[in-house]
C-alpha cells in the first residue's frame, strides 16, 4: 500500500529537501483517511523549510504544505483555520504557474464556501477551477469538480441544474473506470431524481451508486449511499425499506466512526417513524440523534435534532416539552448562524489577501516596464521643460526691449510736458501727448502677446473645424476703427476655406496681421487678403 511504502521512506529520509517531499507526499495521500495527521505532516514540512531556510528553494513544497494544512482542516470543518492556508497555497501556486497545486487549492476554498452556504462564491470558485482543468487536460479532477458542482445545486434545491454537471461527471468516471467517483454520481443522481419525483430512476442510480462503494471499499460514500436512497424510499412512501437503508447507513458510520453521518441516519429514522406517527420509535432515534450531536459539538446537527424532538413533542401533544425543544432549536440555529458569518467573515478576508497577493505579482512583473518608462517620460518632461526655459528667456529678452522703447519715449515727453509745458506751442504739446497715447497703445500690444503665449502654453486645446470667413470677419469688425482712422482699405474674398485650429487664436492672429498692415505698410493704406490651397491640403 502506497501509505505504508511512504512512511517507510519517510523514516529513512535524510536530507531536509527528502523529508519535506515526502511528508507533502503522504500528508495528500492520508487527506481522506486522516485529516489531522495530514495538517501535522504539513506543519512538519513547514517547520523543516523555515529551519532551514528553504523559503525561495522549495516554494511549490511551501504552497503544498499550506494546502495540505487547509485541506486537512476543511476536512475537519473547521473552515476558520482552512481557509487562510488555502488562499496563501491559491497564492503561491499561481505566481508559480503550477495548475495542479492551483487547481486543489481553488476547489478546496470553492468547497468552504458550499459548507457555509455561500453558494454563489463557491461557484465562481469551481468553475474557476473547472476551466484550470479543461486547459490542463486533467480528466480526473474535472470528474470531481463536475460532481461538486452538480452537489452544490443540489444544495441550493436546484435539481434540474445539477443534472447535466453530475452526468458529465459520470461520463467521464465511466471513461477513467474510477469506481468511487461513479459511486459519487450515482448517488447525487439518486438525490436529484428522487426530489424531481422520478423515483424509479432515483432507486436504480441508489443501488449503482452503493454498488461502486462496496467495489470500491468506500464506507464512507457507502453510507451516505443508504441515507440518500432511503430519503427517495420515505418519499415514496416505502417505509419499511426506508427504514432499513437508514439503519444500513447508521450501522456502518458507526462501524467506521463516521459520527457525522451516524447522527444524520438517526435524525432520518426519527423522520421515518414521525411519518408513520410511531412517536416512541422516533422520539428514541431523536434522542439518540441529540445525544450523539452534543457528543461531537455540532450545532448544525443539534439544531436539527432538536427541531424533529419538537415535531414529535407537537404529536403527542406535550406542549411543554414542544417549547422547550423549540427554544433549543431556535438558540442553536443562532449559533449556527454566527458560526457561519465568522466563517464567511474568515473566508472574505483570505480571498482578500488572495486578491493582494496577486496585485503584488502584476506589479512586480510589471516593474522593470513600468520604471523604464517613468524614466523616459521624466526625460521628455526635463527636456521639454528645458527648451521651454529657453524660449522662455528668449521672449523676457525681446519682450524687455520692446517694453524699454515705448516706456523711454514716454518717461521723456512727460518730463518735457511737466518741466517746461508753459513754453510749448499747442502743437508740440499735442504731437507729444500723441506720442504718449501711442506708446500705450503699443505696450498693450506687447502684453496682449505676452498673455496670448502665457495661453498658449497652459491651455489644453483640441484642433477643431474653424469657420475662417467668420474669424476673418470678426477681426475686421473689431479693427473698423483703426482702418477708418488711417483711411485704410482692406479687401478680402467673400469666403475663406475652413481649417484645423482654435478660434479665438486664429482671430488674434488675424487681427494682429491686418493692424500691423495699417501701422507699419506706409500710405495708403490698402491691402487684400487672401489665401493659396496648397496640394498637401493646407492653405
Sequence with gaps: MIIDVLRRQLAHATTPSEKITISNTLAWELLDSNARETI??????LAIIRHNGLEDVLAAEMAQAWLNIGAGYERLAEYQLAMPFLADAAAAFEMLDHDDGLINATNGIGIIFLHIGDYASFLEYAFRALALCHAAGN?????????NIGHGYLRQRKYEEALPYIEQSLVLAEKLHALSSQGDAHDNLCRALGKLGQYEAAVAHGRRSIAFYEQAERSAGLAEAWNSLGEVYLDRGEFETAVFSFHQSFQIAQEIGHRFEAV??????????????????????GLHALKQADRINSPALQYKSHYLLYQIACGLDDVAEALAHHIQYHEFVAVVFNQEADARKSALEAIYKVRQA???????QLKSVALEREIAERERIAAALQQQNEELNAFAQTVAHDLKSPISLMISFAELLHDDLANLAPETVAQITKSIYTGGYKMVEIIDALLLLAGVR?????????????????AHYRLQAEIEAKQGVITKPDTFPPVLGYAPWLEKVWKNYISNCLKYDGSPHHRTLGFTAQNDGCI
Design 139 to 147: 480528466e480526473e479532477r474535472e470528474m470531481v469538480l463536475l460532481n
Design 40 to 45: 501535522a505532516l504539513g506543519q512538519e514540512a
Design 458 to 474: 497652459s491651455q489644453q486645446v483640441t484642433p477643431e473645424p474653424v469657420d475662417t470667413t467668420a474669424v476673418v470677419a470678426e
Design 264 to 285: 444524520a441516519a438517526q435524525l432520518h429514522l426519527g423522520k421515518a417513524w414521525l411519518a408513520q406517527k410511531q412517536y416512541d420509535e422516533a422520539k428514541k432515534a
Design 358 to 364: 496577486q496585485k503584488e505579482t502584476e506589479i512586480y
